[in-house]
Structures are given as structure tokens and as C-alpha cells.
């Protein structure tokens, strides 16, 4: 973690810590570090918290904490306990993957390599999970190697099925439901990332979660 927390007011109610300068072990150790002292611990007034790859957002009740600006170093001390602490990652979730993706070609060609290669280079890094968004439980992932760095198409597209692996700039992820997206598409899984049907608990419907860690393993058509 970097050795000055910066932080701002994110409105009236919410607090933005910057706690690391670029994303990788360290700031995803140190994200999970926190989230986990904040689950556990939570400050009085805490609404909701929001993980980023580097940062953290606190939204607080103000009938509560009127001015959430006076608890900032309060916080600031719990985070730096919290990342003093050994924290230790999620497990590694095995994702199968048949690497058939409409944009493969053109990832290929971007990278100058074989496709062969790219999936080769794809699957054989084990992920992290930074953080889930965009859509219920796409999950953002990270570090993908940096020669599969691909710009995300020009005009997102209407309509991307679920379980398509994609890659969008330097991250690699998944879609959980069918949804628009400017991802370039690689390949597809039959994996359910999300199921509102899998728990009544609201986590219970995501396979993965933030600090958890992703292995793809190709499967044959």
C-alpha cells in the first residue's frame, strides 16, 4: 500500500480512499485487506462500501455521521491495520473455456501472434479478481498479459451472450448475462457466473467473487 492514503469528499455523504497508485498484488492484497476489516468492522454510520482496483468508496447515513470528514483519520488507522495484517487471496475457481470467440482473429492480428498462441497466453495465467461490475457479477479481471493488451471495439455491440470471455484493453472478463458490450470476444463458457435462483442469499448468486482467483482451462469443441 502506498504510504500516503489521499483521499476526498465524494458528495455530502460518501468518502473516495486512494490506497495504492496502480493495480496489481499489492493493491489487490491490500484492497482485500480492507474489505474484509470493513466486513468485519464495520464504522457506525457505514451504508455501503465500494472496492475499486485502487481505490475504496464509503457512502455513510448522515442523520448518523452529519460530516463524514471527521472520521477520515479514524478510517485511515483501520486501513492501515487492516493491510498490516497478512491477508491471504480467495481460492482458484476453475472456469472451462472453449476459445471460439468472433473477435480471436482480431485480437491475433492486434497482437501479432497465432491464435494458438493467444490462447495459449490466455489461459495460462492464474486471475484476479479486482472487482465485480458493469453487470451482476461480471467479474474484471487481472493481470492479463500484457501482449493480449487489445483496445475495446469501436461501437460496442447490442447484444453479447452470456458466458462470452472477452478481453477489453488490459483486463480479461466475463459476461454473466446477455447484455451490450464492447469487449473483444475470445471464446465462451457454459459456467454461470450469476443465478438468481442459486441461494436465497444475494451472494449466493455469484460464482465469483472480489478477491477471489480465476483459472481457465481450454476445453476441446
Not at 109 to 132: D, T
Not at 145 to 152: F, K
Not at 187 to 203: A, N
Amino acid at each position: 500500500m502506498r504510504s500516503v492514503i489521499n483521499w476526498i469528499s465524494y458528495g455530502p455523504n460518501a468518502l473516495l480512499f486512494h490506497f495504492a497508485d496502480k493495480i496489481g498484488d499489492e493493491a489487490f492484497l491490500a484492497c482485500g485487506a480492507i474489505v474484509a476489516a470493513l466486513e468485519r468492522h464495520p464504522p457506525e454510520g457505514l451504508v455501503e462500501f465500494v472496492p475499486a482496483f485502487t481505490s475504496i468508496l464509503l457512502e455513510f447515513d448522515r442523520r448518523i455521521v452529519p460530516d463524514p470528514r471527521l472520521i477520515v483519520p479514524q478510517l485511515i488507522a483501520q486501513f492501515r491495520g487492516a493491510v498490516s495484517t497478512k491477508y491471504h487471496a480467495g481460492p482458484v475457481k476453475e472456469i472451462p473455456v472453449i476459445y471460439d470467440g468472433q473477435d480471436l482473429e482480431r485480437v491475433a492480428k492486434h497482437s501479432r501472434l497465432p491464435v494458438e498462441k493467444v490462447c495459449e497466453l490466455h489461459a495460462a495465467i492464474v486471475y484476479k479478481v479486482y472487482l465485480l461490475g458493469f453487470s451482476p457479477g461480471f467479474p474484471y479481471l487481472g493481470d492479463l498479459n500484457p501482449r493480449l493488451h487489445t483496445p475495446r471495439l469501436s461501437s460496442p455491440r447490442p447484444h453479447v451472450a452470456a458466458g462470452s470471455v472477452a478481453i477489453g484493453g488490459e483486463h480479461t472478463g466475463i459476461y454473466p448475462v446477455e447484455s451490450p458490450g464492447g469487449w473483444n470476444i475470445i471464446g465462451h463458457t457454459g459456467l454461470k457466473l450469476f443465478d438468481p435462483g442459486r441461494s436465497d442469499d444475494v451472494e449466493g448468486m455469484f460464482f465469483l467473487r472480489r478477491g477471489d482467483r480465476v483459472k481457465f482451462v481450454p476445453v476441446r469443441k
